[in-house]
Structure formats: structure tokens, C-alpha cells
């Protein structure tokens, strides 16, 4: 039994060497997040969504949906589900205790009944020689911070879509305003339309076209009715509330940070939830590997018994007396070497699918993010462009209805001019939104404020 310990303890330090920690592949990220060669550490990837989204109305929808979303509490039971895992992997490592008392009353040929007993307490205690249980736990932990990240994902998609509902609602009410404010201007139009046309200054033709005008902006604010309707109950649905109206600001007066610094490409990826979530979905499938690679080596068990029992082969003691056993055995894999083997291949295939999809991952972050900085970019350059097309714009209108007072033009031309102008107001709210939605997607993109709950300490 000696040389038996001897034996295993020089064979695990021999094994603890075999396999090395996971380390993260060399993938190149050069060009993904174009030119940016700041060092700027205060990245807007590291802005907590209190300071990105501040609003009153819009931080206090984001706190109920905090609080209440079921997609983000089952991504939490989830988390707790995994923490679990990774406490029973640690625990593998200490010896099985089990309490298993037991006895008998037998009787031959109507003797007298003979009482055996035994009470013994068992233990077994496996020898990680190959670091099959450290593979084990180091998986157990990678998906236990896999299914951090997914928490992190959902919440960080919750206050993106909180935010990006808000600023509908906001939109469609200016939308709204807009159209309200036109439909007014047409209805008196059409009224001064009708006296022209009593003066002989003007057709009936031209009073229908005002009328039926009129009318089409009157259907289009039911319209926006319905769509504010169908944006509010989605955001109750996100806040866990039955559909009710929603409270909530002005567009004019948002609040967004007008100056956003992106910072280098190792910033924005560190951030990124699932970019995290894929490296340690590759982790699992790397120490997969390794764990069914010490599925080839021989595996030691220490098994042992102490307790009492009055059995002593044919002769009955009383008291009960001490009993003591310990036992060692080796389990070397002969008949499913192959099928281990086999197992070792698949697992290797299946690190290679994570590791690809790593990469891809890194890929269609740099997309986003380049998508969501275009959109922003874009919308602040034409913002400028789109209150001088509605200045002019307002100049024309102006200009058509004076000279049609005057009958040097025909109603078409104040038609026309008038169309252009709720237009192109209708497209300057449409660029502030898709402003405000490039600062929500750019939030998103880069991954959003960070969890504060800690990690598991490194064993």
C-alpha cells in the first residue's frame, strides 16, 4: 500500500504539467474599428448608462425594466444555475463520505434468531493525476462566466431597447405635432381656398385639391395615433406592466451626450458582452478537450471503511468490534481506448468551430460598431443641411401664397411648396432620431456599462 502511494503521488506530479491553461488565440483586430488610434482610456463603451441616457422620464423606465423584465431575471437564475456547477466541480476534489449502517436477523431450521450488525462509515478519494477534475472545474467556470456575459447582454439589449422605444414615442409625438400644426394650417387654407373661389379669383378644382390634401394629413394623424398606441405597449411589455400611456419628455429637450470618444479597438472589444461570451464558450471547448484527453490515462481511486459490526465470520461477539479496510485501485482504459480517442477528436473539432466563431464574433462587432458611428456621423452632418432646406422651404411657401393672392401663380405651386415643407420638417425629426438611435446603437454596440458583480476568485 505504501509503494501503491508512492506510486500515485510520483505520478502526479508528473501529471499536474500535462496540460497548460487556457491562453487567448493570437487573432489579429488590426482595421476593424477603422483609424482610431487614441489611446483615450474614457471610452464611451466604459460610460455607465446613468450618464449616457439622462433623461428623468428615460432613467426611470430603465430602472423599472431593470427591476421587473422576465428575460433578465431568467438570465440571472441562469447565472445562479452555473455558479452552482462550478461549486460542485470544486467541490470533486475532496474525498465522498457515505454512512451506510446495516443489519440482519436470520434464523435456520426455527433456531434462535441470530442479530449481525455492521455500521460503517466509506470514503473514496480520486487522485487528479491527469487534471481530469481541474479540467472538469475550469469548464464549469468558463460557463459560469459565459453565462455572466449573457446576463450582461440582456441587460444591455433591455436599456438599448428601453431607450430606443423612449425616443419612438418622443418622435412620433414631434411627428405628430407637425402634422397637427399642418392639418390646421390646410384647414384654413382650404377656408380662404373657398372665399377665392366665391371672389371668381379661383376654380373649384383647386378647392377640392386643398380639401382632399387636407383630408390625407387628417387620416395620417390617426395613423401616428395608432403607431404611438402600438410603441407604448411594447415598452410596457419590456417594463413587466399591463399596456398603459407611458410618461415622458419632449423631443426637443432630449438629453445625449452630443460629444462621443470611441477609443482603440482593444477598448471596444474588451466591453462586448458576447465578444466575451464567444472567448469563453472557446475556453469550455479547450479544457473539454484536455478533460477527454485524460479520459487516456489511467484514473486512481483511495477507497477505505471504518465502523463496527459484530460479525466476525461464524462467531457472534458482542460488543460489536472495530472494523477497518482500505483498498486502492487503477483504472486504465484498454477496451475504450478507441472510443476516448475518438472522443479526443471530436472535441478537438469542436474547439476549432469556437475558435472560428470567435473570430467571426470580433468581425461583426467591428461591423456594429462601424455601423452604429456611420449612423451618427451621418445624421449630425445633415441636421445642419436640414434646417436650411426647411428655412427655404418656408421662404417658398410664403412666396407661392402671396403671388396665388396676387394670381401670378396657380394653387399646384402652393401645393407643392407646402408638401415640401411638411416633408422636409418630417425628415429633420427622422435625422434626430436616427441620431439618438446612433448613440443607442453606438452604447449597445460597444457593450454598455459594465456589472458590477464580481467574478469567482481563481482557483
Known sequence: MKK???????????????YKPYTRPEISTDGLYGSAE????????????????????????????????TDLQSAHWRVKETEASLKSARLAYLPSFNFAPQGNISSFDNGPAVKTYSVPITASWQFDIFNALTNTKRKSKALYLQSIEYRQAVR?????????????????DSQQ????????????????????????????????????????????????????????????????????????????????????????????LSNRPDVRASEFALMQAYYATAEARSALYPSITLSGAAGWTNSAGSIIV???????????????????????????????????????SFRQTLLNAGAEVNNALSQYQTARAKSELRAKQIKAMKRAVESTELLMEHSSTTYLEVLTAQQSLLSAQLSQIADRFDEIQGVINLYQALGGGRDTEPEPKKK
Open 177 to 268: 405635432q407637425v402634422t397637427r400644426e399642418t392639418a390646421d394650417r390646410w384647414k384654413k387654407s382650404v377656408e380662404t381656398m373657398r372665399s377665392m373661389k366665391e371672389a371668381g379669383m379661383t376654380t373649384e378644382a383647386g378647392v377640392a385639391q386643398y380639401e382632399g390634401n387636407y383630408y390625407a394629413i387628417e387620416s395620417s394623424l390617426r395613423d401616428l395615433d395608432h403607431q404611438l398606441r402600438e410603441v407604448e405597449n411594447s415598452l410596457c411589455s419590456l417594463l413587466g406592466r399591463t399596456p398603459q400611456a407611458v410618461g415622458r419628455g419632449s423631443f426637443s429637450s432630449r438629453h445625449l451626450p452630443r460629444e462621443i470618444t470611441v477609443g482603440v479597438p482593444v477598448q471596444l
Open 156 to 172: 444591455t439589449q433591455l436599456i438599448a431597447s428601453v431607450a430606443n422605444l423612449y425616443y419612438t414615442l418622443l418622435m412620433l
Open 38 to 69: 487614441s489611446a483615450d482610456t474614457a471610452t464611451f463603451g466604459n460610460v455607465r448608462w446613468q450618464e449616457v441616457f439622462t433623461d428623468p422620464h428615460l432613467q426611470s423606465l430603465i430602472e423599472e425594466a431593470l427591476a421587473n423584465n
Open 4 to 18: 501503491f502511494i508512492i506510486l500515485c503521488l510520483a505520478a502526479a506530479s508528473v501529471g499536474c504539467g500535462i
Open 318 to 356: 458482542n460488543p460489536g468490534k472495530l472494523l477497518l479496510n482500505a483498498a486502492a485501485s487503477l483504472l486504465q482504459p484498454i477496451f475504450n481506448a478507441g472510443a476516448n480517442r475518438a472522443r479526443v477528436k471530436i472535441m478537438k473539432a469542436q474547439q476549432e468551430e469556437a475558435k472560428l
